[in-house]
């Protein structure tokens, strides 16, 4: 089955710089890419994802990369704030549309701190 | 108010006793899920359910089990077989089209097992 490693498991940063977290993918059938950040005691929110026919997305501060070659994706969060502060999880999928039934492959999280 | 809902926020049970999560959405949604996420890791898939009456195993259903007699519910029953229940539990759901691959996530329950 599908394997998704993640890196770094922390991250500190000072309010203003850029955060990057990288994630590695083992199944090349995997085509749904996306990252989603949990804040204490909350459940999970989608913040940006990408599909394997695109290298790039971009949303205001935040963005991702894909490199299928490489099998791994990165969350790129410019001009942090303490806001950003959060655990973010990528993940994969070989997505509904191709009939993969949509099972995500977590990584195991960052805990992103932005410091003042 | 669309969104997903999950109660109780946080539940206490004695070991040995069976206790259902309640995951209601309002979404009109077809998928839903069950996670499980323990203190520093991922959400490890439980059950997920593509459509009403219908659901698959995931990674670790052993010890769980759950029903989708409508498309706005998908209870999950942690049996007294699953040897490490206390965990924070995450329902999802998905809905159609270009959004089939989004899951939405609800605000979790944490289990306590005493």
């Known amino acids: 089955g599908e394997n998704v490693e993640q890196h770094p498991s922390t991250l500190s940063v000072q309010e203003g710089d850029s955060a990057v977290i990288k994630c590695t993918y083992s199944d090349s059938a995997s085509n749904y890419f996306p990252w989603y950040k949990q804040e204490l005691g909350k459940g999970p929110q989608l913040i940006i994802d990408i599909r394997s026919n695109v290298g790039e997305k971009k949303d205001q501060r935040i963005a991702v990369t894909l490199n299928k070659t490489a099998k791994h994706f990165s969350l790129h969060i410019t001009e942090t704030q303490p806001e950003d502060s959060a655990v973010y999880f990528c993940?994969?999928?070989?997505?509904?549309?191709?009939?993969?039934?949509?099972?995500?492959?977590f990584g195991t999280g960052t805990q992103l701190k932005v410091e003042l | 108010d669309g969104g997903i809902t999950q109660s109780p926020k946080y539940l206490f049970r004695k070991e040995g006793q069976n206790v259902t999560l309640s995951c209601e959405q309002n979404?009109?949604?077809?998928?839903m899920y069950w996670y499980r996420q323990d203190p520093g890791q991922g959400l490890r898939l439980i059950y997920y359910s593509q459509i009403v009456n219908d659901f698959q195993k995931g990674d670790i259903a052993e010890g769980y089990s759950v029903s989708r007699e409508k498309k706005e519910s998908f209870p999950l029953t942690v049996t007294s077989a699953q040897k490490n229940p206390t965990a924070f539990y995450l329902c999802?759901?998905?809905?159609?089209?270009?959004?089939?691959?989004?899951?939405?996530f609800g605000p979790g329950t944490r289990l306590t097992v005493l």
């Open positions: 999802a759901s998905s809905g159609r089209g270009l959004d089939a691959d989004t899951q939405y």
């Open positions: 979404l009109n949604h077809d998928a």
């Open positions: 993940a994969a999928s070989k997505g509904r549309l191709t009939g993969g039934g949509n099972k995500l492959t």
